[in-house]
């Protein structure tokens, strides 16, 4: 199972940045579908941004436009640079890897929060 953690979150002024990485150990990370959750208190976990083993990537709405996921497969990292960012942005932040073949994601990270502050 491939191991996830997550780092760069912290708290942050409304109208600000942060950026989320998400290191994944092996040596099978370019096939992997990544993807970024988050969870707010007393709400649903949300898929953020996912990005596919070839670069693909999409966003929820939401986010579109202020989120940018990206990967470096040489590095078995990825990014989530978050802009602009508002205080319904604050939530615990989740990265998550899906083997091929796989429907659901099936190796999550510890989780890493986030705090905008208005």
């Known amino acids: 199972q491939v191991q996830l953690v997550e780092s760069g979150g912290g708290l942050v002024q409304a109208g600000g940045s942060l950026r989320l990485s998400c290191a994944a150990s092996?040596?099978?990370?370019?096939?992997?579908?990544m993807g970024w959750y988050r969870q707010a208190p007393g709400k649903q976990r949300e898929l953020v941004a996912a990005?596919?083993?070839?670069?693909?990537?999409n966003y929820a709405d939401s986010v579109k436009g202020r989120f940018t996921l990206s990967r470096d497969n040489a590095k078995n990292t990825v990014y989530l640079q978050m802009d602009s960012l508002k205080p319904e942005d604050t939530a615990t932040y989740y990265c998550?890897?899906?083997?091929?073949?796989?429907?659901?994601?099936?190796?999550w990270g510890q989780g890493t929060q986030v705090t905008v502050s208005s």
């Open positions: 998550a890897a899906k083997r091929p073949g796989f429907h659901d994601y099936n190796s």
């Open positions: 092996g040596r099978t990370f370019s096939y992997l579908s």
């Open positions: 990005i596919t083993s070839g670069g693909k990537s």
